[in-house]
């Protein structure tokens, strides 16, 4: 059996090196489809890995929303009320108010305004799972103070360096004056391209349309000793219906739908992947093709001295198996280097990983069988009378 396998191989690649022009096209081609697949990959991933990390740094056992939340940055009202209901509920420890916004940060060195996502939380408790932000949360009782994040892109100014050189950073929030006292790191994403942590009072004077009995998401630590899902139950059927309960898990979750399924660019990259596919399963199409029907004559008199269709179509499968991986060794070398450079380039986090290699070999394998499949019928056509 081995020895049979052996020589379907090895015949399978002489057949493919008799060409070594159409082999290097091929190569280049597979390669091509591979580096396109994981383009449109590694940035669905970063969108889903950026949008949520805002849920990610929240250090909550449980959260509240509004019924309708879709995303952290369009997120809808819930009473205020209802987080302090919520510690009337067995097993629930302690409760945070978190306010969020999109402001408009002013560059202080041109001046220039971009977007950047505003946290506001009760100086007093632990919102956030970041040690800077905890040690330093006495700084934001101050009004008009703000800790920055410091993985925000280059737009908003060298923030970060200049705040090591001065300890205080004099800029422009939402066209008010406020100081940088604080360093912290989170990231941009495709929702916003910076973001800061402001206490709930410097966040209303901020934001002077909201309502302080008005927040965004309500943080829920339970005991220790607490079951989540019992908790959870027992808030979903005791609150009023103008707010949801939900597991931070879920609440990531839910925010990568809306990324995944109600906004254009999720779609369009869910549709680079199948297209990029289809291209693939084109060029190695013509290529086993051409290959075949050059070949024909050789098909024809393996036929004549015993040889079986299965046997030859073994050697197609095994044509295949080869430009699945001639082919993704070098996109996938060339995605690790198309990755690097667009993470610099855009500060999000784009990144291979195994998981993500695994499937892209197997959706390369699964192209050039499709491929193969396909081409077929013509390797069923030779004759071996043609031969005499």
Wanted: with cysteine; charged share 15%.
């Amino acid at each position: 059996m081995l020895r049979k396998c052996f020589r379907t191989t090895l015949l399978a690649w002489r057949q493919l090196i008799k060409q070594k022009t159409r082999l290097l096209i091929a190569i280049i081609g597979i390669a091509f489809a591979d580096i396109l697949i994981f383009a449109q990959m590694g940035f669905e991933a970063s969108l889903f890995e950026s949008s949520t990390a805002p849920q990610r740094i929240l250090d909550a056992d449980l959260v509240l929303v509004n019924p309708h939340f879709q995303s952290v940055y369009s997120v809808k009202n819930i009473s205020r009320e209802r987080l302090y209901q919520a510690l009337g509920f067995a097993g629930v420890e302690s409760v945070s108010p978190i306010y969020m916004g999109i402001g408009k940060w002013k560059n202080p060195q041109n001046s220039r305004t971009q977007t950047i996502l505003v946290f506001g939380t009760d100086p007093r408790t632990k919102a956030f799972k970041l040690a800077e932000v905890n040690q330093n949360l006495s700084q934001l009782q101050k009004l008009n103070t703000i800790f920055f994040d410091r993985a925000s892109l280059p737009q908003f100014g060298p923030i970060a360096s200049l705040y090591q050189q001065q300890s205080i950073v004099e800029a422009e929030l939402n066209d008010v004056n406020v100081r940088v006292t604080g360093l912290f790191t989170l990231g941009a994403s495709f929702g916003a391209y910076g973001n800061v942590i402001t206490s709930d009072s410097t966040f209303l004077l901020l934001f002077s349309d909201r309502h302080p009995r008005e927040i965004q998401v309500g943080l829920i630590k339970l005991q220790p000793n607490a079951d989540v899902q019992e908790v959870a139950k027992n808030l979903s059927a005791g609150l009023p219906d103008d707010a949801i309960v939900l597991t931070p898990e879920g609440f990531a979750e839910a925010e990568k739908s809306y990324w995944a399924n109600t906004t254009p660019i999720g779609f369009i990259f869910g549709l680079g992947v199948i297209v990029s596919f289809i291209v693939g399963i084109v060029i190695v199409y013509q290529i086993i093709y051409a290959d075949v029907a050059d070949n024909l004559p050789e098909y024809a008199m393996l036929k004549a001295i015993g040889y079986s269709d299965r046997y030859l179509v073994l050697v197609l499968i095994q044509e295949a198996l080869l430009l699945a991986v001639l082919g993704f060794i070098p996109g996938f070398i060339v995605s690790l280097g198309l990755y690097q450079i667009a993470a610099t380039a855009t500060m999000l986090p784009i990144f291979m990983t195994v998981e993500r290699g695994v499937s892209v070999f197997l959706l390369t394998v699964i192209m050039c069988m499709i491929s193969a499949v396909s081409t077929m019928r013509k390797m069923h056509s030779a004759d071996p009378a043609d031969v005499f």
